[in-house]
Nanobody, 124 residues
Framework: QVQLVESGGGLVQAGDSLRLSCAAS????????RGWFRQAPGKEREFVAA????????YYADSVKGRFTISRDNAENTVYLQMNSLIPEDTAVYYC?????????????????WGQGTQVTVSS
């Protein structure tokens, strides 16, 4: 059974940092594209960041560019999202995802596996 499990969320103040982790089990994700999405109350799930299998290319939503960094450790089958300079607008449930392809994708329906989500709340 394939599982993606996020961790690292929490309640922080504006300007603080958090590091989210997404550990995969049940299979390896060799060659898979990995991504992070988020969903705020009353809003649609939106793309946050993605990374290629090799880690050589990363992609970010404009709203997080320069503040968030995605990385991966393929030996540990884990993807990370380092979030700095958090603002209240970053408050959401954050989901990690995996895509059975090495090609870029920023739409949620293009990803094949999902975690259960971790809550990030940023107070002003």
């Amino acid at each position: 059974q394939v599982q993606l499990v996020e961790s690292g969320g929490g309640l922080v103040q504006a300007g603080d940092s958090l590091r989210l982790s997404c550990a995969a089990s049940g299979r390896t994700f060799n060659g898979y594209y990995r991504g992070w999405f988020r969903q705020a109350p009353g809003k649609e799930r939106e793309f946050v960041a993605a990374i290629t299998w090799s880690g050589s290319s990363t992609y970010y939503a404009d709203s997080v560019k320069g503040r968030f960094t995605i990385s991966r450790d393929n030996a540990e089958n884990t993807v990370y999202l380092q979030m700095n300079s958090l603002i209240p607008e970053d408050t959401a449930v954050y989901y990690c995802a995996a895509r059975r392809s090495s090609r870029y994708a920023d739409r949620s329906n293009e990803y094949d596996y999902w975690g259960q989500g971790t809550q990030v709340t940023v107070s002003s």
